[in-house]
Nanobody, 115 residues
Framework: QVQLVESGGGLVQAGGSLRLSCAAS????????MGWYRQAPGKQRELVAG???????NYADSVKGRFTISRDNAKNTAYLQMNSLKPEDTAVYYC?????????WGQGTQVTVSS
């Protein structure tokens, strides 16, 4: 059984920064992909950024240059550093762990950016 625990969300003014963390526990294979997704009210969940256990990253165009995903494999933890936040970044942010074709989700953490 795999569990994901997210932390770091909150309320911040536009232009500010937040750092999200996602700690994974349980039976985790050495090769996996961790990612951050977000879902704003009335919108579909979308990929924000992903990172493989080898450190290969990808980002949504809307966050490139502002967000940085990283991970600590020894701690099975992924991070999302969010800088220059905009009101349109407001959403519930979810962590996802992919082990092959099996996917696990965290409970989500709210990020609210005020203008």
């Amino acid at each position: 059984q795999v569990q994901l625990v997210e932390s770091g969300g909150g309320l911040v003014q536009a232009g500010g920064s937040l750092r999200l963390s996602c700690a994974a526990s349980g039976s985790i294979f050495s090769f996996n992909v961790m990612g951050w997704y977000r879902q704003a009210p009335g919108k579909q969940r979308e990929l924000v950024a992903g990172i493989t256990s080898a450190g290969i990253t990808n980002y949504a165009d809307s966050v490139k240059g502002r967000f940085t995903i990283s991970r600590d494999n020894a701690k099975n933890t992924a991070y999302l550093q969010m800088n220059s936040l905009k009101p349109e970044d407001t959403a519930v942010y979810y962590c996802k762990l992919s082990l092959g074709f099996v996917h696990y989700w965290g409970q989500g953490t709210q990020v609210t950016v005020s203008s």
